[in-house]
């Protein structure tokens, strides 16, 4: 039970860092528009390119694909594919909350949030990363059981870092832990 949990775990992460392996139902998952963002911040890293987005552009882009703004520069900048990025914002997976809060409180819990913490983080309070992305993956979870990239970064309790350009490094390490 305990290492079913782990693996689970670990997914979620692969999920949080941007892995695909999504049904077409998840694709177009709905995005949980009641969250309030009060104004806070997502800044988005590719190398040298650093653009702040805010939550509510970030949740219109989710849900409709229209980038704008400082989205649609980033995008541009780092050549991404459009399409693919709100996929990653949108993929839904289902896991049981209270499982998930007794992976995340593990040693190997804790291991893995540091991991993601390297590429999703607090702007400003560096060394919270572990206590937001718990944080934000419990809340994700309360009221459905499922959750997405999109839900977890509504559901973060400050401004906070995504380092695109590490996603990949960090997606083939989780991606090695499973196999």
């Known amino acids: 039970m305990r290492m079913n949990a782990i693996m689970n ?24 528009q009641n969250n309030v963002s009060n104004g806070r911040k997502i800044t ?14 970030l949740n219109g882009f989710a849900s409709t694909g229209v980038a704008e703004g400082d989205i649609a ?4 900048l780092a050549k991404l594919n459009k ?19 007794h992976v995340l409180n593990s040693s190997l ?5 540091k991991k993601v913490g ?18 934000a993956i419990i809340l994700s979870l309360v009221d ?5 990239l999109i839900e977890v970064l509504n559901n973060l309790p400050v401004d906070m870092v995504v380092d695109v350009e590490n996603l990949t490094k960090l ?7 499973l196999q």
């Open 144 to 148: 459905d059981n499922k959750m997405s």
């Open 44 to 57: 988005l890293l590719f190398g040298p390119i650093n653009r702040s987005t805010s939550i509510d552009l």
């Open 109 to 113: 819990g804790e291991a893995i949030l």
């Open 9 to 32: 775990f670990a997914l979620a992460a692969v999920l949080l860092s941007g892995c695909q392996g999504k049904s077409e139902s998840s694709r177009n998952a709905s995005v949980n």
């Open 73 to 76: 520069n980033f995008i541009s």
């Open 118 to 135: 390297s590429v999703l983080h607090p702007a400003k309070s560096k060394g919270y990363e572990v206590q937001a992305l718990r944080s």
């Open 83 to 101: 399409e693919t990025v709100q996929g990653y914002l949108n993929v839904s997976k289902e896991f049981d909350m209270v499982e998930m809060d």
């Open 171 to 177: 997606q083939s390490e989780i991606k090695g832990f």
